[in-house]
């Protein structure tokens, strides 16, 4: 069964942080690259962040540095660690897998199955 499940979002402030954590079922999660990704109201959904099944990270320019994706491969879940977040930084976030390596907010596959996503949004 395809199952990606999404939660952690929230209400922040400028300046907080939050944690998101993403359930995945082993036929996506198992020997896959994960990635974070997110659509704000109007745009196209757009990857932020990356992990291979290895550990290997890479991250969108905008996120860098103030965002770190990880994952228990036991746990099949993948983790995005959220600081210093921005208003801009407001969007649904969602997991699925991803490509091996970041090199653009468009440059992913096509999956068939997404999960319900999770709000975040930066306010004051």
């Known amino acids: 069964q395809v199952q990606l499940v999404e939660s952690g979002g929230g209400l922040v402030q400028p300046g907080g942080s939050l944690t998101l954590s993403c359930l995945a079922s082993?036929?996506?999660?198992?020997?896959?690259?994960m990635g974070w990704y997110r659509q704000a109201p109007g745009k196209q959904r757009e990857l932020v962040a990356v992990?291979?099944?290895?550990?290997?990270?890479s991250y969108a320019d905008s996120v860098k540095g103030r965002f770190t994706i990880s994952r228990d491969n036991v746990k099949n879940t993948v983790y995005l660690q959220m600081n210093s977040l921005k208003p801009e930084d407001t969007a649904v976030y969602y997991c699925?897998?991803?490509?091996?390596?970041?090199?653009?907010?468009?440059?992913?596959?096509?999956?068939?199955?997404w999960g319900q996503g999770t709000q975040v949004t930066v306010s004051s």
């Open positions: 992990i291979t099944s290895g550990g290997r990270t």
């Open positions: 699925n897998r991803g490509p091996i390596l970041y090199s653009g907010p468009y440059n992913y596959g096509t999956y068939a199955y």
């Open positions: 082993g036929s996506i999660f198992r020997l896959n690259a």
